[in-house]
């Protein structure tokens, strides 16, 4: 089945430094990618997204390529923070058939003054 | 106003009690959801609902049931509740359109079963 794989955090960061969160995923067909944010005490918001291969999704200074041939979509900001302490979870939607979310584990974020 | 409401926002409860956690919506949407969160598990999916007649099971139903009772509402239910099921339960919503089906989430109900 399908299956979404986030690298382990938690992520510790200082202000201004480049973030990297590694996600890969397993899936048949050509699914959708995501990246979801949940702060702290909060529901999770959509970040960003993308449809199909060689798509960039940006939102917020954060980018995420879907690249097929490495079953990938990292999450990179080029300065980070504070505010984007969060936890990240990627995210597929299948391409055919029923399009209930598979979920990554998350990846906690945090930065530091 | 939130375009997904959950309530109650916290609960905590006994075992063996039945326990109900409603979601609303005003985004329009046919399609509605329940996961559960818990640490270092990402979030599980328990039931979905494509319309109201529409019901499927999730990768995580045992124990659970829920009532789609009308486009804009979807519950769910614990029957007989038990410490296991203690977590941070989201409901979420979508639509499909220009050939993806983004979800967008409630607040979260955060649940303990003692």
């Known amino acids: 089945g399908d299956s979404v794989t986030q690298m382990e955090g938690p992520v510790t960061l200082s202000e201004e430094a480049f973030l990297t969160i590694n996600c890969t995923y397993t899936?048949?067909?050509?699914?959708?990618l995501f990246w979801y944010v949940q702060y702290p005490g909060e529901g999770l918001q959509l970040l960003l997204k993308?449809?199909?291969?060689?798509d960039k999704g940006s939102n917020k200074g954060f980018e995420a390529t879907y690249r097929k041939e490495t079953t990938s979509f990292h999450l990179e900001k080029g300065s980070v923070q504070v505010s984007d302490s969060a936890v990240y979870f990627c995210?597929?939607?299948?391409?055919?058939?029923?399009?209930?979310?598979?979920f990554g584990s998350g990846t906690r974020l945090q930065v530091q003054p | 106003d939130a375009d997904v409401t959950q309530t109650p926002r916290n609960r905590i409860t006994k075992t063996g009690k039945r326990i109900m956690l409603e979601c609303s919506q005003t985004?329009?949407?046919?399609?509605m959801y329940w996961y559960r969160q818990d640490p270092g598990l990402g979030l599980r999916l328990i039931y979905y609902?494509?319309?109201?007649?529409?019901?499927n099971k999730g990768e995580i139903s045992d124990g659970y049931s829920v009532s789609r009772q009308a486009q804009a509402k979807f519950s769910l239910s614990l029957e007989s509740a038990i410490p296991n099921q203690t977590a941070l339960y989201f409901c979420?919503?979508?639509?499909?359109?220009?050939?993806?089906?983004?979800?967008?989430f409630g607040p979260g109900t955060r649940l303990t079963v003692l």
């Open positions: 979420a919503t979508s639509e499909p359109r220009g050939g993806t089906d983004t979800q967008y």
């Open positions: 899936a048949t067909g050509y699914p959708s």
């Open positions: 993308a449809t199909k291969a060689d």
């Open positions: 995210a597929l939607s299948p391409g055919t058939g029923r399009r209930a979310l598979t």
């Open positions: 985004k329009g949407h046919d399609r």
């Open positions: 609902s494509f319309d109201v007649k529409d019901i």
